[in-house]
T-cell receptor, first 113, second 116 residues
Framework: AQSVTQPDIHITVSEGASLELRCNYS??????LFWYVQSPGQGLQLLLK??????LVQGIKGFEAEFKRSQSSFNLRKPSVHWSDAAEYFC???????????FGKGTKLSVKP | GAVVSQHPSRVICKSGTSVKIECRSL??????MFWYRQFPKQSLMLMAT?????????EQGVEKDKFLINHASLTLSTLTVTSAHPEDSSFYIC????????????FGPGTRLTVL
């Protein structure tokens, strides 16, 4: 069955440090992949998505992600984290023909001063 | 981006009562909306797919008689939790699929349901 795995439940980084959030997917030669951010009281916001083409995808808020088919991964990166980046991050993939999403369990990012 | 609203944002009800949650796409038409459920510290799990003018498609294990979904217009889908019990307490999130230029899902802010 299709699935998305985010191995890290909680990550803490210092402000200004680089960030990498891991995401692995199973099943499917060419998955459609997404990264969302969820802040308290707000809906999920799309950071970036990968459908095809260039495997390095640029998103909003300075985030990028790289699709690596050989590793079944789609890791999210940011070179310098800001305190406002503290939130829950979800990796997701298309789950069916109707366009529903299958989510990973999420990674909570904390940013220390 | 497009905006999806949910109402109410928070609801507390007694066991046995029914609760209706509304999901609206404010600036685009959504023929397809999705309802997800999120447990604390867990992922979003798809409950059902709501298509305008037709019956919703429920995921395995989701009771369609308990979670009634109505998608009566291109901008509104409702989820009614019937005869709610404490185990139905959860965070319910809807999303609307914009099949226009972006073909992107836009999420509502969620509804926190607490059943006493």
């Amino acid at each position: 069955a299709q699935s998305v795995t985010q191995p890290d439940i909680h990550i803490t980084v210092s402000e200004g440090a680089s960030l990498e959030l891991r995401c692995n997917y199973s099943y499917g030669a060419t998955p459609y992949l997404f990264w969302y951010v969820q802040s308290p009281g707000q809906g999920l916001q799309l950071l970036l998505k990968y459908f095809s083409g260039d495997t390095l995808v640029q998103g909003i808020k300075g985030f990028e992600a790289e699709f690596k088919r050989s590793q079944s991964s789609f890791n999210l990166r940011k070179p310098s984290v800001h305190w406002s980046d503290a939130a829950e991050y979800f990796c997701a993939r298309y789950g069916g023909s109707q366009g529903n999403l299958i989510f990973g369990k999420g990674t909570k990012l904390s940013v220390k001063p | 981006g497009a905006v999806v609203s949910q109402h109410p944002s928070r609801v507390i009800c007694k066991s046995g009562t029914s609760v209706k949650i509304e999901c609206r796409s404010l600036d685009f038409q959504a023929t397809t909306m999705f309802w997800y459920r999120q447990f604390p510290k867990q992922s979003l799990m798809l409950m059902a797919t709501s298509n305008e003018g037709s019956k919703a498609t429920y995921e395995q294990g989701v009771e369609k008689d308990k979670f009634l979904i109505n998608h009566a217009s291109l901008t509104l889908s409702t989820l009614t939790v019937t005869s709610a019990h404490p185990e139905d307490s959860s965070f319910y999130i809807c999303s609307a699929l914009d099949r226009g230029v972006s073909n992107e899902q836009f999420f509502g802010p969620g509804t926190r349901l607490t059943v006493l």
